[in-house]
């Protein structure tokens, strides 16, 4: 087995390019300026008819030598839309190549193939000699996950892996895995990891062969993880740290169980392969795929301590065996989401923050930040780390939500220090959930979730109990049959002989996330167990998609005009603005408040903090005549804002079907502040990903637009000037 090292021009900037319009985070850096051209958005339709027509994406082509050969007008859309944005990012991919070197340098360092080759092949059951792995380290790639293998047809021609975001240890594993991939689809074996699971878990249902997929990369990575660590036992493996454990604890907690002791050499494989089967084959593959339901353990958790404080005396044991370990998962959850969220700061200016927390977030964000965020709390010590995130959250990081995060690290930093019981903890972190937005959407499904905590707010039992677990849904049904018989359970007992034996009492006292059975407490499902057992109908049961839900609440009520243009007056003459603010009214206030100064803001050259008219002064940074002008920037680079970022208000139906439409520029979802444009044509490209909140309709402005853009030197916007009638 051995890794070689390759780079390709064409791959590098076909990454970077679907990074941009694909695979890019709102907070990541930006490479190309949004709204991107035509010309360049175009590269989204190759990539349509690519899949349309079963094309690999990306083709291993990309990466020989004579590139890719235009076959097809999908291919030739590419190709062309690579060509356009090559002149904005091919220079900062070269800006990297030194980092690369280094980064290959520091691999083969760490990689230890030597050590692992043979491990790694006997784990994948096949004989893996022959293989070799050509590595792209590439410095931009689209996220999730930022790695992948280049296939042509069935062969694996080679991998590639985002260096920025894996680094060190890190990119060590995340090549392991590429390797374990790598190996199941060229190698061949009696014992090959695939071969065996379709043996040991037939058949041929959507979820059954999607608990297989999963089962095996759980595997996968849990092998790699284990190999890093013999060489280097401080290492936290991708397994956990990137999210596979936590979005599918249940099946990670299965094969947990039984693969760490072969890997340890206590196990046979083959008896902890059959181990594993045994006990997925007990319950339906969509107990082992589908997410935690984050309302069922919020409806469990708040009926058992609703009946504890009844009086039933064994709902109060099992709620106090069941908190502190719930509390924990709760903790070791939002302690990874706390290291995402901390990615943030990738772009931010640390030269305007204190000393202390500037070093802490450049080291937060060396690599991956769910990484470097773990890295920097052993280093630091929990309760330091998470005071430098509080402050992280509280100040600079409005721009990036922070006032939704600040109060959540500033519980979990309390929780660390032994200042909230866990079943405080616990209720405090549904209450931020109900309050703040999403704390468990990353993970959990969430689609009843908040039904779910309004029902708690105001005291609907039956609604807590529609969503609980079996047991506990029994318990409560028990519970309610005895009062209406005459029993009270403060004075007279629970009704129950003395002798007889507990109720429902679960098989197993494993309570944590992914460990109880179905219909048990905490097992994060509503479902009878019945319901969740292996059954004909999985062959034939299609998978149910997941439930995304964010929330990012607006910081105030906006005030409300019922008409309102805006002037805005320029080294060419002015430009009239007519704003829907009873279309779009967050949107249209923020305006407002920034053009007339009664927003404060920050400077993005500065870092001060200013309350003067925010628009007063800057130039018109993006001028492409036939497409659009775009102005709010006082960087003057098109990547600067106000200071902080407001959600997106999209209305269904509005289309960029016209010229002079103004919208909000951003670089994602959920990041606008204070950057619009105007269009200067039709561009539906557009559609969906910027929000409208007026038009250009005098004439004159309208031709005053066009001239703007095509203006052979720099215009600025002197001052906007607001013409309002309240509501």
Not at 68 to 73: C, H, K, M, N, S
Request: charged share 25%.
């Amino acid at each position: 087995m051995k890794v070689i090292y390759a780079r390709s021009d064409t791959l590098d900037l076909y990454l970077a390019l679907h990074r941009e319009l694909v695979g890019r985070c709102s907070w990541e850096a930006c490479l190309l300026p949004r709204p991107v051209e035509p010309a360049i958005a175009a590269f989204q339709h190759g990539l349509r008819g690519w899949r349309e027509n079963g094309v690999t994406i990306p083709p291993a082509a990309f990466a020989a030598p004579d590139g890719l050969a235009v076959t097809d007008e999908a291919t030739r859309t590419v190709l062309a839309a690579m060509e356009a944005a090559r002149p904005r990012l091919a220079p900062t991919i070269a800006a990297f190549d030194e980092r690369r070197t280094l980064a290959e340098a520091d691999l083969d360092q760490r990689l230890r193939l030597s050590q692992v080759a043979d491990p790694l092949a006997a784990a994948m059951g096949v004989p893996g000699t022959s293989l070799e792995l050509p590595v792209h380290l590439v410095p931009f790639a689209p996220y999730p996950p930022s790695v992948g293998l280049l296939l042509d047809g069935c062969r694996v021609a080679g991998t590639y892996l985002d260096f920025r975001r894996y680094v060190g240890a890190t990119l060590v594993d995340a090549v392991l895995t590429q390797l374990g991939w790598a190996l199941l689809r060229t190698e061949h074996g009696p014992g090959h990891l695939l071969g065996r699971l379709r043996a040991l878990l037939p058949g041929t249902g959507p979820y059954q062969r999607r608990m297989r997929l999963l089962l095996t990369k759980t595997l996968v990575e849990l092998t790699a993880g284990h190999l890093v660590r013999t060489t280097d036992p401080t290492h936290r493996p991708c397994v956990d740290v990137l999210g596979t454990a936590w979005r599918f604890p249940r099946l990670y907690d299965l094969a947990r169980r039984h693969w760490t002791p072969y890997l340890d050499g206590h196990l046979d494989r083959e008896r902890a392969l059959v181990a594993i089967a045994d006990e997925a084959t007990a319950y339906s593959p969509r107990w082992y795929t589908e997410n935690i339901d984050g309302a069922a353990l919020a409806a469990d958790f708040y009926l058992l301590e609703w009946l504890a404080a009844q009086g039933d005396a064994e709902a109060a044991e099992r709620l106090a065996q069941w908190a502190p370990q719930l509390s924990a998962d709760f903790a070791g959850q939002l302690d990874l989401i706390i290291g995402t969220e901390l990615g943030h700061y990738e772009c931010a200016r640390l030269d305007t923050f204190p000393p202390e927390l500037a070093a802490f977030l450049e080291r937060v964000n060396l690599g991956d930040s769910r990484v470097g965020w773990w890295r920097s709390r052993r280093e630091l010590g929990e309760i330091r780390a998470l005071d430098l995130a509080v402050d992280a959250f509280a100040g600079p990081g409005v721009e990036y939500g922070g006032e939704a995060w600040a109060p959540i690290a500033a519980m979990l930093r309390r929780y660390a220090a032994g200042e909230l019981p866990a079943r405080v903890f616990i209720d405090q972190c549904f209450t931020l959930q109900h309050n703040n937005g999403c704390l468990f959407d990353k993970y959990f499904e969430a689609e009843h979730l908040m039904p779910v905590l309004e029902a708690q707010a105001a005291g609907e039992l039956a609604t807590l109990a529609r969503h609980s677990s079996a047991e506990v849904r029994r318990r409560w049904q028990r519970h309610r049959h005895h009062l209406e018989r005459g029993y009270s359970p403060e004075w007279l007992g629970d009704g129950r002989a003395a002798d007889a034996p507990p109720p429902d009492r679960p098989r197993t006292t494993r309570l944590v996330l992914g460990a109880p059975p179905p219909g048990s407490l905490g097992c994060g499902s509503a479902a009878e167990a019945e319901q969740l057992t292996a059954s004909p109908a999985d062959a034939t049961a299609a998978i149910r998609t997941r439930t995304w839900q964010f929330r990012r609440p607006w910081p105030a009520v906006p005030r409300r005009y019922t008409a309102l243009t805006a002037l805005l007056n320029t080294d060419l003459g002015d430009v009239t603005l007519d704003l829907w603010s009873t279309v779009v009214p967050h949107t249209v206030d923020n305006f407002v408040a920034l053009a007339s100064g009664s927003r404060t803001w920050r400077d993005p050259v500065t870092g001060a903090r200013r309350d003067d008219p925010f628009y007063d002064g800057v130039e018109f940074h993006r001028r492409v005549p036939g497409f659009m002008i775009e102005a709010g920037d006082h960087s003057g680079t098109g990547k600067g804002g106000p200071g902080y970022r407001i959600p997106d208000e999209f209305q269904a139906g509005r289309v960029f079907d016209r010229p002079f439409l103004v919208a909000m520029a951003n670089n994602g979802r959920d990041s606008a502040g204070s950057r619009f444009f105007i269009t200067l044509a039709a561009a539906r490209h557009l559609d969906g990903g910027f929000v409208q909140f007026g038009e250009v309709l005098d004439p004159d402005s309208q031709a005053l637009v066009t001239a703007i853009a095509e203006a052979p030197g720099p215009v600025r916007l002197l001052r906007v000037t607001i013409d309002a009638t309240p509501a």
